[in-house]
């Protein structure tokens, strides 16, 4: 049946998709994080405590702004793809501890979680042909 066929060809177009869309919101919602100065970093990166790392939140909190902010535009881009992804993939983590500790139900923390998943599996799949690494580090051809 046509309607059934193999659609691998758009694989890349897929990944470009994902992206973009999930870069640009990412950006959107980090950047007022990063513009919020200090006490917004300090409050944002307080979680850290959970972990038992109580010396230097405000510095946790920049990460973290700038993990989603600067994170989600290399992501769209799809440059240094992979980095990129950790460093969501570890404030998306800290997200999730941090709303579970407050005693928060599922539609609370569920978005976090979410992204976590979707992050490691970017890791993993690679940002595609449509991308700045692709252009900059194309991988190398195989000879037979």
């Not at 059934?4 to 758009?10: K, S």
């Not at 799809?78 to 570890?90: E, I, K, M, N, S």
């Amino acid at each position: 049946m046509k309607a059934l066929q193999n659609f691998y060809r758009f694989h890349d177009f897929g990944l470009l998709l994902l992206r973009v869309g999930i870069g640009v919101m990412f950006t959107v919602h980090g950047y007022p994080k990063l513009i919020g100065g200090p006490e917004t970093w300090e409050k944002v990166g307080g979680v850290m405590g959970l972990l038992g790392i109580h010396f230097a939140p405000a510095f946790w909190g920049f990460l973290a702004a700038v993990a989603e902010a600067v994170g989600g535009q290399l992501l769209a881009l799809g440059l240094f793809f992979r980095v990129a992804c950790l460093f969501l993939l570890g404030t998306m983590i800290m997200a999730v501890i941090s709303h579970l500790s407050q005693g928060q139900g599922f539609n609370d923390y569920s978005h976090a979680l979410e992204a976590t998943f979707l992050f490691a599996g970017l890791f993993f799949a690679g940002p595609g042909r449509y991308s700045v690494d692709q252009m900059l580090f194309p991988p190398p051809r195989l000879r037979y």
